[in-house]
């Protein structure tokens, strides 16, 4: 599913699994995992509710530095980040930004597309490997 830049898919998984399939995905192609946010822990702390909801930031200077060199701008949307959350259906998601749009909004030029059509491929990858 892509929603305004946005690429969502359903995960056969918990939200766990899939964060665990998803880092051993990540470290078997070489990328680094940055930070794991748990945004349900934040509420906690803040003194309110909110289901499973995890932001994975990781990045690869290789797959990265090509986009950054077309635009620097595009540095504020990487590295890469994808979300592992759950729905009021306990149903979970992992949803990602589509590198082509983030391509479209920092008008990198055919240079790049090279570069954005391998990440688009890369990140549909980690996704099946996370969500099944």
């Known amino acids: 599913m892509l929603?305004?830049?946005?690429?969502?898919?359903?995960?056969?998984?918990?939200?766990d699994d899939t964060i665990s399939r998803f880092e051993a995905a990540l470290q078997a192609k070489g990328v680094t995992l940055f930070a794991k946010i748990d945004h349900g822990a934040g509420a906690v702390e803040a003194g309110m509710t909110l289901r499973p909801t995890f932001l994975l930031i990781f990045g690869n200077a290789r797959a990265g530095t090509p986009l950054m060199q077309a635009n620097q701008r595009i540095g504020v949307d990487l590295p890469l980040k994808a979300l592992v959350w759950q729905d009021a259906d306990e149903k979970v998601w992992l949803t990602y930004n589509d590198p082509a749009w983030l391509a479209a909004r920092h008008r990198l030029d055919g240079?790049?597309?090279?570069?954005?059509?391998?990440?688009q491929k890369g990140l549909a990858t980690l996704a099946q490997d996370a969500a099944g």
Not at 3 to 15: H, R
Not at 111 to 119: D, Q, S
Request: net charge negative; glycine share 4%; no cysteine.
């Open 3 to 15: 929603d305004d830049g946005l690429v969502t898919v359903p995960s056969a998984y918990s939200v």
């Open 111 to 119: 240079a790049a597309a090279e570069a954005v059509t391998a990440l």
